[in-house]
């Protein structure tokens, strides 16, 4: 992409009323935009991000057996009658009357209506497990929506929901869930830390909360040294050996009980991504979703639900990969993997240099946003540190003289001096 | 995919509410179910097309030099009184107070909220020609929504904007989606014919819909026989060419005045699937969305917006590639490209060729569903045949002996027997 054909409105100012770091630079790099309190407007290059970390999410689900769907935003009031939630749930649901005065919703979650999908068209334990999923748009009516996209109104979420015969089977469900979450957020380049929360009446150990540290965290977490020796990427991660390490938010942690001697106990600050939680029969069993056994019975269906905070991952992203200069994009969610900066844009050869380079990239399929404007060389370089693309190569006249050109590392600041070719083999890789 | 793991709930009763054939075929094939009237889930195999359907749209998009966004469903009520037309807007708009006494609406359309981006940030006519586009859920609260995916109430929509300096600018930004739209439906495999629609106060020739063409169509249409001349998939289309070429629907086509002799008209029945228009300052002037031009003027900017039904079209695409067993999908938006049928479940030699072909397609890239399950040959095949994968390959015992299978075209019937290799060489490329 050429930046003179793309739309990446910059601020110079950073707008007062951001009060966090991601919010702040997500408004001057251009990529959204608040259309009304919590409500915003995914511009070019953050809708790039938000495709990236929706692509991860969606990949890794796939790969865990999940089957994607879609479910609408817009749900009727009778469903949520039938779980009892609709007179439950608080302010936060957005309610709605259609033209017709039939009372809708526009859905915070979808419990009620992905059992309403299974109730129709499954009867039987032979079709078990089933594991639905979809990445929607959802609205809580916040309060006092803050922070950008990490507490905003509407939302992007990707949430899952296992269906099984009985616990032991909601337990292997539960499991794959669990590894394909510490999966994804690795592939973004985050630590993401599972604690045990509150599963409410339910009781039990499965329901867990993914933190992904980032010294801007909400609040502070605490958990054994032994995370920071896990291979996250490794493709056979055990769930057990992960649940069974210490790892705690503030207001449950108590020095006093920790099993965890001091000198291998760590702590930071974290920022909630994700929740999975098994809830058993609490939707089944009003909504009437039930299977038959191998003995002929019928049993309610045992479910939990696996929630990713999408657009949320976006602010928490910049919160734990950001510098005085701007966003320091891990690769994998950059919204491009390189960046152009033509320093002299009169400048013949460096021009056609650069233009070289940027055919070979985008030819070798490489994302690369190319800062072809009439601008001064001090407000590009400011500009691409800013919205953090991991490489960044200038090309002035004089390497085109001799056809190099300087590739810098935005992480760490490491430049090289290279030829065409060198270049080109170290990014396209 | 194995279909033992996958969830594709057919239907085998024709449901009674479904008019028409799309619906009825969406229903019978397990990909959408209804949640409120016009309001639907997609269930994975619709999920998979609609996906098809979206990512075509958006590779023309980005072709034709559109840059994606993307604008929230929900939007203030002031912005679009703003422009007038909150009180214009009738009660097909969702409107929705939150929990502050706020008016808000679920969003029909963009044109207010991607103005407000606009107005924003784009001060000068160096910065133009902007042509933004989303793919966004959309809500119209259709009195009497009906024919399922074709006129619902929640939809997903593809709008584009153009902003550009004057109405010669504005008419190069048309041309581009006029093309850019025959391309994508060309790539869906259908025929679209662009048609003069009417324009409002505004005047002039910019307003084009798009129908295609389908037995079972909503209006009769009429055209010039050159259409079917017409290569689609050129690159270099000229717009001119096909605007001046005759086309009109039922309403407007008078046989005493039309240019086209009687040997030359040709008729069919076509359905709405985009609509191209140019409105000028409409939106920009009370709005106050301006540009300075080179001579330091302030002038408001000229737009237009581009609309295709993207989930709409996934119902156009079935009644227009639909016989009496089901779909027959294009290969360009199919939900899998090819389908395995094992005929006998409990025959080895049948099931290890299976497995063969079934991994070595996946592993070539190929979408493939395979019918793994213990069900009757006869159930298999219908089935195959409703959800309408373009290649079908059966594979059963005497075949296994031998080594071979047999392929079969959706769309004809043709059948071959055919060497694993020779099958895999086929349904590969």
């Known amino acids: 992409m050429r930046l003179s054909r793309y739309f990446l409105p910059v601020l110079k100012e950073t707008p007062a009323e951001a009060e966090i770091v991601s919010h702040q630079l997500m408004l001057r790099a251009g990529m959204i935009q608040q259309l009304s309190a919590g409500i915003y407007s995914w511009l070019p290059l953050g809708w790039r991000v938000l495709q990236k970390v929706e692509a991860i999410v969606r990949e890794e689900m796939d790969r865990s057996g999940a089957i994607e769907i879609l479910m609408p935003t817009i749900q009727p009031a009778d469903l949520w009658r039938e779980s009892g939630r609709y007179d439950a749930y608080g302010k936060e649901m957005l309610r709605i009357k259609d033209r017709h005065e039939r009372d809708m919703l526009f859905g915070p979650t979808n419990e009620e209506n992905v059992t ?239 233009e070289d380079l940027y055919r070979k990239l985008t030819g070798a399929g490489v994302e690369v946003l190319w800062d072809d404007r009439d601008e001064r060389a001090g407000a590009k370089f400011a500009t691409m540190d800013l919205i953090g693309l991991p490489h960044q190569v200038t090309v002035g006249p004089r390497g085109a003289k001799s056809g190099r050109v300087e590739v810098k590392d935005r992480r760490g600041g490491a430049k090289d001096e290279l030829s065409l070719d060198a270049a080109i083999e170290r990014l396209a890789r």
Chains 1, 2 share one sequence.
């Open 116 to 354: 309403d999908i299974f109730r129709r068209h499954v009867k039987s334990y032979r079709q078990l497990p089933l594991n639905l999923y979809h990445i929607q748009w959802k609205f809580r009516d916040e309060v006092r929506p803050r922070f950008g996209v990490m507490r905003g109104r509407e939302f992007l979420m990707k949430d899952a929901y296992s269906f099984d015969l009985d616990l032991e089977g909601a337990r292997r469900s539960y499991d794959a869930y669990f590894v394909a979450y510490l999966r994804a957020f690795h592939r973004m380049g985050l630590t993401a830390i599972p604690m045990v929360a509150d599963t409410g009446p339910i009781g039990g150990d499965m329901s867990h909360e993914f933190q992904i540290l980032a010294s801007t965290g909400e609040s502070e977490v605490f958990f054994d040294a032994a995370f920071e020796d896990i291979d996250f990427g490794d493709p056979n991660l055990d769930p057990e050996r992960l649940k069974a390490l210490y790892a705690a938010a503030d207001e449950k942690h108590d020095p006093a009980t920790c099993p965890v001697p001091k000198d291998r106990l760590r702590s930071g600050r974290g920022i909630e991504v994700g929740h999975i939680f098994y809830f058993g029969t609490k939707y089944s069993e009003p909504m009437n979703a039930t299977v038959s056994t191998a003995d002929g019975a019928d049993v309610p269906v045992h479910m939990g639900s696996y929630g990713i905070g999408v657009s949320r991952l976006v602010g928490a992203l910049i919160e734990a990969n950001h510098d005085a200069a701007g966003i320091v994009w891990p690769e994998s969610v950059a919204p491009f993997k390189v960046g152009i900066v033509t320093i002299r844009h009169d400048d013949e050869a460096a021009n056609a240099l650069a």
